[in-house]
C-alpha cells in the first residue's frame, strides 16, 4: 500500500468521528439565537457551520487531501438530513431559519472547504 493511499485511509478513518461530533454538536448548538432589535439572529446555526469548516480545513491539512473532508461533509450533510425528517416528536432539526441555514450551510460550507483545502494537496507522484 503507498503512502498516498494509507493517508487517504487514514483520512477518511478521521473523518467518520469528526463528522458524527460536528452533526451532534452542530445539531445541539444550531437552536440558540439572539432577538437584536426584534430580529432574531441564528448565531447557533453559524457557529455550527464555522465548526463544520474548522473541522474540514483541520482534516484536509492534516492528511493532504479534499477526500477526508468531503467525506465529513457529505456524512454531516446525510446525518442532518435524516434528524430532519424524523417524525413529529422526534425530529432533531426542523424547517424553520436556523434548521435552514444550518441544513443547506452544510453543503456550502463543505463546497467552500473543498475548495480551500485544494492547496493542501500533495503533489502526485
Known sequence: MTKRVAGTAGGIAAAVPAALFVALAGTALHRHDLVLAGLQVPWGAAA???LLGSAQVWLGAAFRSVIPAA???????????????LEAGKRLIIGDTAGNVWVFGIAVTTIAMLLWCRRYRQPAG
Not at 467525506?71 to 438530513?81: I, K, M
Open 48 to 50: 455550527a457551520l464555522v
Open 71 to 85: 467525506v465529513c461533509g457529505v456524512l454531516c450533510y446525510a446525518l442532518t438530513g435524516w434528524w430532519s425528517t
